[in-house]
């Protein structure tokens, strides 16, 4: 492999991990709290869960545990979408069981969940580790969005888990993936299998979270890089004067990602699908915002600005809302009926004829481009692909419109821009390369405590690495019930933006100025060496949130 002088160097760093942690996996044990519920529908999720609900937070804390010697076999699974720090994750996994135990060994499963079911795996050696440390992508053994929710899938895994005498696997994903996670763990625990399942909390969308996991990683080195990149739009917008540049930013559903970029870089405008939902926001309203803006602007002699816009928008405008639900349902009970429509024309026909009143005025009133895009395949967890809808020209098109019907002369010439794919393989950013592994590392500690059904937790990470906090929580404690497929499935709830909380205020308490002024702020690349105030910053999210505790 050809590598790079940054590659060569991000080789030799030591991840830095919480103190506890450095100490020898047999004087680390883990301390159980008081009995967890779920964030709702327990009632319903204690039948379904009859053996992992209501367990226990566990905290580490210096002991003996020397069922931490013990050989153990591990597999290790990438799922859904890549986040920088990936790598890191199994890094800190391989290091924490060959600490342990060095004649542990550590499976890592290809191509997502389906490496599992079809049994395909490499062993992890050292050599093979040493080649991916600190570095983006998934690229060493591969991700996927294969769902494991069947009975035949979960029998193939004991299948597999036993013939390899793998006796825990770790699943690194988000909040679907964790779902599966859950239900894994609890089956296997149902058939006494004694294979424990620990999942790791990734997602670049920055979703997976509560107060005990405070970020999921790949938020932060993906949201620096998006920001890296708005700031030198802005500056180009400001140098050039004469384009509006309309970025939309990947987040399936919350906009996190979108909030992190507009505090690092001070747009003229950002919308919040939260926000946006709270307030029932049409798609024109949200169009004559923005067109007051550019007008607002071109009346001070300002023909330019950026505005950045969540990729998940569309599904919280209320009629859009409606529209998609009812889409997802239609195409999930007709699936093999609508897959056979020929064309767009049948398609729109056959779905005029299920749609609700509501929803067939909203599916006519959008361009036939983007209706196209709605009816898109969906994803394996049945959701809408999100980053194939172009927001951005949509909106742009409608601040046209808008612009045009108040009868002002002014100059809008809109760019389109998507920033997605660009920052989820980056190289992890210090604190990236630094969380994760501290992630996998705990991980292996929950697995030589006998753990299952938890969820790797390091928290207090506004603070230095050394403070951090290690331990897990049960999967259980973060579901509910929701409407899936046409049908009421436990999952894990995502998290949105909290429109009371710090981030969104900071925001919202300058946002009116960063529209009229012109108050960019340019974050540059991500640096990995130089003063720990540039390099190991965290997020401005993170920053808000632990100020406000
Ligand atoms: P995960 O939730 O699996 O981490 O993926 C999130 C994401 O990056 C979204 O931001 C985006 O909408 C989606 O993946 C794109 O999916 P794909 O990689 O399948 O194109």
């Not at 580490?60 to 591990?74: H, K, L, Y």
């Not at 923005?290 to 998940?312: H, M, N, Q, S, Y």
């Not at 050394?466 to 259980?476: F, K, S, V």
Request: some cysteine; glycine content about 8%; charged content about 25%.
């Amino acid at each position: 492999m050809d590598l790079s002088p940054l590659q060569q160097e991000r080789y030799q760093y030591k991840p830095k991990l919480p103190a506890l942690l450095k100490n020898r996996p047999t004087e680390i044990k883990a301390v159980l709290g008081q009995p967890t519920s779920a964030y709702a529908d327990a009632d319903e999720l204690k039948k379904l869960f009859k053996n992992n609900f209501g367990a226990p937070i566990a905290l580490f804390e210096p002991g003996n545990n020397p069922d931490a010697a013990a050989v153990r076999n591990v597999g290790v699974i990438l799922s859904g979408g890549q986040a920088p720090g990936g790598h890191n994750v199994i890094a800190g996994l391989f290091d924490g069981i060959k600490a342990a135990n060095a004649d542990s060994k550590l499976f890592g499963f290809l191509g997502g969940p389906s490496g599992i079911v079809d049994d395909q795996a490499v062993e992890i050696t050292g050599e093979m580790m040493d080649a991916y440390r600190n570095t983006g992508g998934f690229d060493m053994i591969g991700s996927g969005r294969t769902k494991l929710e069947t009975v035949e899938q979960f029998d193939k895994c004991i299948e597999v888990c036993q013939r390899r005498s793998i006796s825990a696997i770790v699943i690194i994903g988000g909040d679907d993936s964790n779902t599966n996670a859950a239900v894994l763990a609890e089956y296997f625990a149902e058939k006494q299998t004694g294979i424990s399942v620990i999942g790791c909390p990734k997602t670049i969308d920055g979703d997976l979270k509560n107060e005990y996991i405070e970020t999921s990683f790949g938020f932060d080195t993906a949201t620096k890089t998006y920001a890296e990149l708005i700031g030198n739009i802005e500056r180009d917008a400001d140098s050039a004067k004469k384009y509006w540049h309309f970025i939309k930013l990947m987040g399936r559903s919350a906009s996190h990602i979108a909030l992190e970029c507009a505090l690092q870089t001070q747009p003229n405008f950002c919308i919040i699908s939260e926000e946006v939902e709270k307030e029932q926001k049409t798609l024109m309203q949200i169009a004559k915002e923005i067109a007051d803006i550019v007008i607002t602007r071109a009346c001070d002699g300002k023909t330019f600005g950026v505005g950045l816009i969540p990729e998940g928008l569309i599904e919280f405008i209320p009629e859009m809302k409606t529209l998609i639900a009812e889409l997802n349902d239609l195409m999930a009970q007709n699936e093999s009926e609508f897959s056979a429509l020929p064309d767009f024309a049948s398609q729109t026909k056959w779905l005029k004829q299920h749609f609700s009143k509501e929803s067939a005025a909203a599916f006519d009133s959008l361009p036939e481009g983007i209706a196209k895009q709605l009816l898109l395949d969906r994803d394996p967890h049945g959701n809408v692909q999100v980053s194939l809808i172009e927001t951005e020209k949509l909106l742009s098109e409608m601040v046209k419109k808008a612009i045009k019907a108040r009868g002002e002369k002014v100059k809008f010439s809109a760019l389109h821009h998507f920033f997605g794919y660009e920052g989820r393989c980056a190289f992890p950013s210090n604190f990236d390369a630094d969380y994760c592994y501290s992630l996998g590392y705990n991980a292996s500690l929950l697995i030589a405590n006998n753990l299952s059904g938890y969820l790797s937790s390091v928290r207090n990470l506004a603070a230095p690495a050394d403070e951090w906090i290690a331990g897990g929580i049960p999967l259980t404690m973060m579901m509910n019930m929701e409407q899936r497929h046409g049908a009421l499935k436990p999952v894990i709830r995502k998290a949105l933006v909290d429109l009371d909380a710090a981030p969104f205020q900071a925001f919202a308490a300058n946002r009116e100025r960063w529209a009229r002024e012109t108050c960019y702020t340019y974050p540059g690349a991500i640096q990995y060496y130089g003063p720990a105030s540039v390099c190991d910053l965290t997020t401005k999210t993170l920053a808000c949130e632990a100020k406000k505790n």
